[in-house]
C-alpha cells in the first residue's frame, strides 16, 4: 500500500497511550500506527541536543506528532479542530524527523570542532615546549659532561674556567627558557581568547532566532531570570512588555507563509528601532509574540515606549499581490513587583497582553501591581 493510499484511510482513533497499550490486538494498519507514535514519544524523551530549538518546545512537538499520529488530532501548527477523515500529515512527520536529524548533526559536529581546535591547541604548545625544553636540556648536559671531564684531571686554572663558561652557559638557557615560555604563554593566551571570540559568537548566534535576527526564547529566558535577581538585589525597577501582532493568522491564510515571514521580520525592524539601549532585550518569545525586558525603567517610561511602538506599527504599509495593508500591535505591560519571580512576573504581562486583545486590540494595557 502506497502512502497516499494508507493516508486516505480513516484508522481507528486510540487512547493517548496507543492500542498496544491496551491490550487490544492489533491489525497491520494499527500497529504501524502504534509504533510510529511510540517512536515518535521516545525521540521526544532522549533528543540529543539541537542548535535553536529548546528541549522542552522539542519534546512538546513531539508528543503532538504521536498524537496526530495515534489518535489524529491536529499537527503541530495545524488547524484546532480534529482532522474530518483522519488523514495523517506523512509529509509532515517525514520533515520534522528530517529537521530534528539535520540540527542534531549540525550541533553534534560544531561540539566537536570546538572540541579538535582546543585539543590541537593544546598539542601545539606542549610539543613546543617539549622540544625546545629538550633542546636546552642538552645543551646543559654537553655542558656539564666537559665541567665533570675536566674535575677529574685537568688544572684549577681550566676548571676555573669551564666552572665559569658553564655558570654563563646555564643562566643563558635560564633566560632562553624564561623568555620561550612567556611568548609561548602570551602565544597560547592569544590563541585561546581567539578562540573564546569565536566560541562565544557561536554562542550568541545560538541565541538568535534566524527569522527575525532578534533574541530567541532561551536568550529571552535567562535575560528575564537575570533582570529579576538584579533588580531585586539593587531595587531597580524594571518593566516587561508582551508583543502580539493582531490578525496574524488571516495574513498567513490570505497570503502565504512567506509574506507573514515577511511581516514579522519587519516588525522585528521596528521594535528594533524603538528599544535601542544595549542592557534591554528585545526577543521573538514566540509564533508572532515578541517580548521586551527594559531594566532600570518605571512603568510610566515603560507605557510611552509602548505607545511610541503602538504609533511606529500603525504606520507600518505592506503591498502584497497587488494588495496594500497596514499592522497593529497589542501590549501586554508588568512592572516588576517586589514579590514577582520571572514566572510570576511573565504571567502578569500575558494577563495585561490578554485583556488587550479582548478589548479590541491595537491597544495597551498595564497589569496591575
Known amino acids: 500500500m502506497s502512502a497516499s493510499q494508507f493516508s486516505s484511510h480513516a484508522a481507528p482513533k486510540h487512547a493517548a497511550g496507543g492500542a498496544a497499550e491496551r491490550g487490544t490486538p492489533l491489525g497491520p494498519l494499527d500497529m504501524a500506527l502504534d509504533t510510529l507514535g511510540a517512536m515518535l514519544r521516545i525521540l521526544g524523551e532522549y533528543a540529543l541536543d539541537q542548535e535553536e530549538v529548546e528541549a522542552a518546545a522539542f519534546t512538546q512537538a513531539s508528543e503532538q506528532w504521536a498524537q496526530h499520529v495515534l489518535m489524529a488530532t491536529p499537527p503541530p501548527g495545524g488547524e484546532t479542530s480534529p482532522v474530518a477523515d483522519a488523514r495523517r500529515d506523512w509529509a509532515g512527520i517525514r520533515e520534522f524527523m528530517r529537521e530534528y536529524c539535520r540540527n542534531s548533526f549540525q550541533h553534534t559536529r560544531?561540539?566537536?570542532?570546538?572540541?579538535r581546535q582546543v585539543v590541537w591547541v593544546f598539542i601545539q604548545n606542549l610539543n613546543q615546549t617539549l622540544a625546545q625544553s629538550s633542546e636546552t636540556d642538552g645543551r646543559i648536559r654537553d655542558q656539564m659532561g666537559r665541567l665533570e671531564a675536566l674535575a677529574q684531571g685537568s688544572s684549577t686554572s681550566d676548571l676555573k674556567r669551564e666552572v665559569l663558561a658553564t655558570v654563563v652557559t646555564v643562566a643563558q638557557v635560564i633566560e632562553e627558557r624564561k623568555r620561550n615560555d612567556h611568548a609561548r604563554v602570551e602565544d597560547l593566551g592569544a590563541r585561546v581568547r581567539l578562540l573564546g571570540e569565536e566560541l562565544e559568537s557561536a554562542r550568541k548566534e545560538s541565541e538568535v532566532d534566524p527569522l527575525t535576527r532578534?533574541?530567541?526564547?532561551?536568550a529571552f529566558d535567562a535575560f528575564?531570570?537575570?533582570?529579576v535577581e538584579l533588580s531585586h538585589a539593587f531595587e531597580q525597577p524594571a518593566c516587561l512588555l508582551l508583543v502580539d501582532l493582531d490578525r496574524f493568522k488571516p495574513i498567513n491564510d490570505t497570503f502565504g507563509h512567506q509574506t507573514g515571514d515577511?511581516?514579522?521580520s519587519k516588525l522585528a525592524d521596528v521594535l528594533s528601532r524603538i528599544f535601542l539601549r544595549k542592557n534591554d532585550l528585545v526577543a521573538r518569545y514566540g509564533g508572532d509574540e515578541l517580548a521586551v525586558v527594559l531594566r532600570e525603567t518605571s512603568v510610566r517610561d515603560g507605557q510611552m515606549l509602548a505607545d511610541r511602538l503602538l504609533r511606529a506599527v500603525r504606520a507600518v504599509r505592506l503591498e502584497c499581490e497587488g494588495t496594500s495593508f497596514g499592522l497593529t500591535v497589542s501590549i501586554g505591560i508588568a512592572a516588576l513587583a517586589p514579590k514577582d519571580d520571572g514566572a510570576s512576573w511573565l504571567a502578569r504581562s500575558?494577563?495585561?497582553l490578554y485583556q488587550a486583545k479582548n478589548a479590541g486590540r491595537d491597544r495597551v494595557v498595564t497589569a496591575e501591581g
Open 110 to 115: 560544531t561540539v566537536i570542532t570546538d572540541l
Open 214 to 218: 532578534l533574541f530567541n526564547r532561551k
Open 224 to 227: 528575564l531570570a537575570r533582570t
Open 350 to 352: 500575558d494577563r495585561a
Open 262 to 264: 515577511s511581516v514579522l
